[in-house]
């Protein structure tokens, strides 16, 4: 079965630049989390989406972020304008919420590896 | 609030030895769950076990082990006979019932040499 599949793995661009990084969850799971690691930080959770609605914004950093999921098979994450401290890796895992059930694990894709010059 | 505490940041084993990382996990609410991933160099984080509070039972699975303590608030793990392949970073985190925002610890790096 695939898993979440990210893309690019890699990006390098200039600051200024609009940023796009895609996520494809694993089909069936209804639930999409987009983090970001960094040395400095760890890992922090940005954003998270329930059937393809967002329900908790509160880690995006600022307004340069933004997130979108228009269906269950596909979202991603844009900066814009990209700044040097965005410079991360950012993962996209995927799971399956059933309201009060047990949580079921989060899988992650491979991420983006982002390097803003 | 939920937090999640590894306090070993780098361990070096030398191979065939066991090493325990440690997870200590602070929360309210009575119904929890926990998670060790694996980080290795190439980078993609990898699920390797969930528990949910109400299960206390530790958990083997080949050389990997798990120790869940409600009473000290832990969820260790044991590595018998590490291998070089074992050298990665290992995440412990935390969740509650219902909004799945997983609350990740600093990770621990485990360097198993030759």
């Known amino acids: 079965d695939a898993g979440v599949i990210q893309s690019p793995r890699h990006e390098v661009t200039e600051m200024g630049q609009e940023v796009t990084l895609r996520c494809k969850p694993i089909?069936?799971?209804?639930?999409l989390f987009w983090y970001r690691q960094t040395m400095m930080r760890g890992l922090e959770l940005l954003i998270y989406?329930?059937?393809?609605?967002?329900?908790?914004d509160s880690g995006m950093p600022e307004d340069r972020f933004s997130a979108k999921m228009p269906n269950a098979s596909f979202s991603t994450l844009k900066i814009q304008p990209s700044e040097p401290r965005d410079s991360a890796v950012y993962f996209c895992?995927?799971?399956?919420?059933?309201?009060?059930?047990?949580?079921?694990?989060?899988?992650f894709g491979d991420g983006t590896r982002l390097s803003i010059l | 609030a939920q937090k999640v505490t590894q306090a070993q940041t780098e361990i070096s084993v030398v191979e065939k030895e066991d090493v325990t990382l440690d997870c200590v996990y602070e929360t309210r609410d009575t119904t929890y769950y926990l998670f060790w991933y694996k980080q290795p160099p190439s980078g993609e984080l990898v699920f390797l076990i969930r528990r949910n509070s109400f299960d206390e039972q530790n958990e083997i699975s080949g050389r990997y082990s798990w120790n869940f303590q409600k009473s000290t608030s832990s969820f260790n793990f044991t590595i018998t006979a590490s291998q070089v392949v074992d050298s990665a970073v290992y995440f412990c985190a935390l969740t509650s019932t219902g909004f799945q925002k997983l609350v990740f610890g600093t990770g621990t790096r485990l360097l198993v040499s030759p």
């Open positions: 895992a995927s799971s399956t919420i059933s309201g009060t059930g047990p949580n079921q694990p989060q899988h």
């Open positions: 089909s069936g799971h209804n639930s």
């Open positions: 989406f329930n059937n393809n609605v967002p329900i908790d």
